[in-house]
């Protein structure tokens, strides 16, 4: 299984989750990071990505060869994260094969109703358990 987790800015969020699934399912799947500047890549390999890479041709490409894509709501929104998600980013993310796998945060001008106010480390403990469920099932 290679799961992809995408960040942008400062990429503590994508650094968070990706400890935390070492930390639940351990070495069993292929963590690639994937970030929209080399801040979040760097951050999120030193929380035990397998490989990293940096940039719009970098995000395009493996969006189309992984299983599922975990990162904020912004990376299927074109120009999101101050402009860090490029149109292209976007199209990839959203038109991938892959399963998403969204936390409702975003910056941008966007409400999603219907969704609660958890703190981040709430919704990353979420996204956690729902992958260690589905490697189980493997």
């Not at 990293?52 to 904020?72: C, H, L, M, Q, Y």
């Not at 994260?81 to 980013?89: A, D, K, L, N, S």
């Amino acid at each position: 299984m290679k799961l992809m987790v995408m960040d942008g800015q400062g990429g503590g969020m994508g650094a968070a989750i990706i400890k935390g699934l070492r930390e639940s399912v351990g070495n069993d799947i292929e963590v690639l990071a994937l970030g929209t500047n080399s801040i979040a890549t760097s951050m999120m390999m030193k929380a035990g990505a397998n490989r990293g890479a940096t940039g719009e041709n970098a995000i395009v490409e493996t969006s189309r060869k992984v299983d599922f894509i975990i990162g904020p709501l912004a990376i299927i929104m074109a120009n999101a994260m101050m402009g860090e998600v490029t149109p292209q980013m976007a199209t990839a993310v959203s038109s991938a094969d892959a399963r998403k796998i969204l936390i409702p945060l975003t910056q941008e001008k966007v409400t999603i109703v219907g969704i609660g106010d958890e703190p981040l480390p709430h919704l990353v403990r979420k996204i956690i358990a729902m992958i260690k469920e589905i490697t189980e099932d493997v």
